[in-house]
């Protein structure tokens, strides 16, 4: 089996290969792609060196699938050409999301709705990932009304750019790399994205409208606010949920635990929450402060952490893969 990683010496990428790895992927051939500047380095995947080739040549070479985390324009240039050779991509940029007949997959909660023609598979945006990881057994069971969410995401979710910015902020010097244009060290910027002449930013608008398609709803309605902070990595989420149906919290709790991929951390009388510096290298959705909401009827109040380069990215992107190897093989 051929699997081609393009962008494969990025910040996602180059865990997509380790995530690969883990789950056991490694008697393949691997295809590391990547831009012109990278062709031709080494890098090491389950114990031998693979030279990193163009993305011309590793559609050339006809993989079975291809995971991309190269940027929305890449993935928009390459990833048809890529599916024309019978390949299946799954893109973790944003330009494939909101097609209607383009997948837009969390393994545990709708890999049903990817056809075997598909050709085409979009990761969803990380905060989406791991919201929806703990909102899909409470829709399941109640319905969801409305949603009002505020995101901490972390500067990784800027990719090498956030995180040298702050690094170099941290020590007090100009940093060659820009994502923000204020300051993050010692600082929060309610900015995520580029904002739209209503107000909003993109990384806001993609939790509206990814949330309702993986959850198959357009009735939700869904607001949120979108904070990037001083963490290097670790997404979290103060998630404000109304349900259509009455709930009790024992039942939700149930439910969560049940969850597959969701872990509940949550003994306020130990301190007991989730935090990105616990989540940090897992692969889990970590979820706790539990708790009604009690200025609306059916009001849930919920705190969402994960690791946004592994669940928010590689780890669901690799976990689709997976997901299509085992029922091609059956």
Not at 35 to 47: L, M, N, P, Q, W
Not at 60 to 77: E, V
Not at 212 to 241: C, F, W, Y
Request: charged fraction near 25%.
């Amino acid at each position: 089996m051929k699997i081609a990683v393009v962008g494969a010496t990025g910040l996602v990428g180059s865990k997509m290969l380790q995530v690969l790895e883990e789950y056991g992927l490694t008697d393949i051939e691997l295809l590391p792609a990547a831009s012109a500047r990278s062709v031709g380095k080494e890098i090491d995947f389950a114990g031998r060196k693979h030279k990193v080739v163009s993305v011309e040549d590793a559609i050339a070479a006809r993989p079975d699938y291809a995971i991309f985390s190269a940027g929305g324009g890449t993935s928009l240039q390459y990833a048809p050409l890529f599916a024309e050779k019978d390949c299946t991509v799954v893109d973790n940029s944003s330009a494939w999301r909101m097609y209607p007949e383009v997948p837009l997959v969390v393994p545990e909660i709708n890999i049903d709705v990817v056809k075997d023609s598909d050709r085409i598979i979009a990761n969803p945006n990380c905060s989406t990932i791991q919201m929806v990881m703990a909102l899909y057994p409470i829709h399941k069971a109640y319905g969801i009304k409305r949603l009002v969410i505020a995101t901490y995401q972390s500067v990784s979710g800027s990719g090498i750019k956030g995180l040298t910015q702050m690094e170099y902020e941290e020590k007090g010097e100009e940093s060659p790399l820009r994502a923000y244009p204020h300051p993050i060290h010692h600082n929060v910027l309610p900015h995520g994205g580029d904002f739209d002449e209503q107000g909003y930013t993109t990384e806001e608008t993609k939790l509206l409208n990814e949330t309702r398609k993986i959850l198959r709803d357009n009735e939700i309605q869904v607001t949120s606010t979108v904070v990037r902070v001083p963490v290097s990595g670790g997404h979290s989420e103060a998630v404000n949920v109304e349900t259509r149906k009455s709930f009790e919290l024992q039942d939700v709790r149930r439910l969560l635990g049940e969850m597959p991929g969701v872990v509940v951390t949550d003994d306020p009388s130990q301190n007991l929450y989730p935090m990105p510096i616990y989540a940090y290298d897992k692969n889990e959705v970590f979820v706790g402060r539990i708790r009604r909401d009690f200025s609306v009827e059916n009001g849930l109040n919920l705190w969402v952490v994960a690791d946004n380069i592994r669940k928010g990215a590689a780890t669901n992107a690799v976990q689709i893969v997976v997901e299509l190897i085992k029922r091609r093989k059956h």
